[in-house]
């Protein structure tokens, strides 16, 4: 249990205070600016998260395992490396992409905006925090990740509250995520930009980790889908309001990650599938209830607070975000602890497929009818249909192992705590 509490705080609660915080500073903002620029800001971040998923390429999956069982600190460095440079590759061939569509969505006059904060988002795939969890070093996403974020999104608001310029709050945190990033590799690796892998550990870390990579993608796509889908079917002032509750449910995600991020090590280092896969699954289930209880509850007078009145979300626009949040949390442990250490991948990718297309069926059908509140229906039943496939694809598997143990006369093996 104080191995249990000690990765809740060292790995969720500062991180998730980091997380959380723009909330506050994004009032700030809101209250420097239009209704078309906070949807420009809200179509550039989701745009932007498309090229976030594509730019990580899966190593927030693999990578804390792939480090963990690195040889020594020099084989983490290598993995690292090389993982930068392919990320990098990525990054600067997805970001322009995602760019142009964020300045083609936004409304007119705010291209500039969206492609900022475009910008910003995708280079949140060069984040490092997968490598501080892989060596299972929380001072390190401290230092590295938690107070230069908040410095410099604070001062990225301050300055907007000042200027009245919008822009300076995604340029502060694209400027500060790439100058941390530098004095992080100097204090860590003494490289600046890290040394050339070489090509065979390039294709190595592509090979790595390509499978997470289709999970991370097809993940990126849903949760991004809502706001830029909403740009077709509605006007930038309802497009505004959905994206007040779109950005609290992204932000209430936090949580859900902090969680996985802080049971993950704990839960695979007794074994899959045994005591501590249960706890981490109800501990999930709670989150999952609380937090859809708060967002249906809480949401609606959160965003008018934290955004402003005239850019407050109504009650039915939360009602399919509420849901979402729970079979996000439901779904995680089963993906981080047992599809993805135990070789399934390929079920996660299925499960998610299988529920983009269930998503996209109840969008055509809801969005004609209930309008634009349709659309964060049509992300709960997206992620529901996933969490339906992972738990499918769970049980399958959890009988295979008990199978297999029991066939070696060692039923307790597939249990081990």
Not at 151 to 165: D, K, R, S, Y
Not at 252 to 265: E, H, I, P, R
Not at 393 to 402: E, T
Request: charged letters at 10%; glycine letters at 12%; a positive charge.
């Amino acid at each position: 249990m104080r191995a249990l509490l000690g990765r809740l705080v060292g790995f969720g609660s500062l991180p998730l205070l980091a997380s959380l915080a723009p909330l506050l500073l994004l009032g700030i903002v809101t209250r420097s600016c239009t209704a078309d620029e906070w949807a420009a800001l809200s179509i550039g971040q989701a745009v932007g998260s498309f090229a976030t998923a594509a730019t990580m390429f899966g190593w927030q999956v693999v990578g804390p395992p792939a480090v963990a069982l690195a040889a020594g600190e020099e084989g983490a460095r290598e993995i690292y490396a090389a993982s930068w440079w392919l990320r990098a590759g990525v990054f600067l061939t997805a970001t322009p992409s995602a760019a142009v569509v964020a300045a083609g969505l936004s409304p007119a006059g705010n291209a500039v905006l969206a492609i900022s904060m475009c910008a910003s988002a995708a280079f949140a795939g060069m984040s490092m925090t997968w490598y501080a969890i892989g060596r299972g070093r929380p001072g390190m996403i401290t230092i590295f990740e938690v107070i230069p974020r908040l410095a410099f999104l604070t001062l990225g608001a301050i300055v907007v509250a000042l200027t009245g310029h919008a822009v300076w709050y995604p340029v502060s945190a694209l400027v500060g995520a790439v100058g941390t990033q530098a004095v992080f590799h100097r204090r860590t690796f003494r490289w600046t930009v890290p040394r050339w892998p070489g090509r065979a550990a390039l294709t190595g870390a592509l090979r790595l980790s390509a499978p997470g990579a289709a999970v991370v993608v097809l993940g990126g796509v849903r949760s991004a889908a809502p706001i830029p889908a909403a740009t077709f079917v509605s006007d930038p002032g309802t497009v505004a309001r959905l994206s007040s509750a779109d950005r609290l449910y992204r932000y209430s995600l936090f949580s859900v990650s902090a969680l996985g991020d802080a049971l993950q090590n704990w839960v695979l280092e007794a074994g899959v599938g045994g005591r501590r896969h249960h706890i981490a699954l109800l501990l999930h289930t709670v989150l999952g209830v609380l937090g859809a209880a708060g967002l249906g509850l809480v949401g609606p007078w959160a965003t008018a607070v934290l955004f402003g009145g005239h850019l407050g979300a109504t009650k039915e626009l939360f009602v399919g975000y509420a849901v979402a949040f729970f079979f996000v949390s439901l779904g995680t442990p089963l993906v981080r602890n047992v599809l993805v250490p135990l070789g399934r991948t390929r079920a996660v990718v299925v499960a998610d497929a299988a529920g983009l297309v269930c998503g996209a069926g109840t969008a055509f059908l809801l969005v004609p009818t209930v309008g634009v509140a349709g659309i964060p229906l049509a992300l709960a039943t997206t992620e529901a249909a996933a969490t339906l496939g992972y738990a499918l694809s769970a049980v399958i598997v959890s009988r295979g192992l008990k199978n297999g143990a029991s066939a070696m006369g060692d039923p307790g093996a597939a249990r081990a705590d």
